[in-house]
């Protein structure tokens, strides 16, 4: 059973995802827009959308070879050679 409650947090997270989404919507228009005023020119401009600065990816801490050694595990297990 969802509570009066869980509806209004689901709701409040609903309406945060949408907010969000606009927010980097806008943010890589704005971007765009100032890369074209430039002129292209890659120094005067942002080379990173909103969601690269907010949520970067993690630092990959593995050795080739551990790359490597995970990347045949999973082609192992789903089959191939």
């Known amino acids: 059973m969802i509570t009066p409650f869980m509806r ?7 309406q945060y995802q949408r907010d969000e ?3 980097f919507y806008v943010s890589d228009v704005l971007r765009a ?3 074209n005023t430039a002129g292209g020119n890659e120094r005067m401009t942002i080379n990173m959308s909103l969601h690269e ?5 993690p630092k990959e801490t593995r ?8 990347i045949r595990d999973k ?6 050679a």
Request: glycine share 6%; net charge positive; proline share 3%.
């Open 8 to 14: 209004y947090v689901l709701a409040r997270l609903k």
């Open 21 to 23: 989404a606009y927010r």
């Open 33 to 35: 827009v100032a890369t």
């Open 53 to 57: 600065i907010l949520a970067p990816a």
């Open 63 to 70: 050795t080739d070879k551990e790359i490597i050694a995970d």
């Open 75 to 80: 082609i192992t297990k789903i089959g191939g």
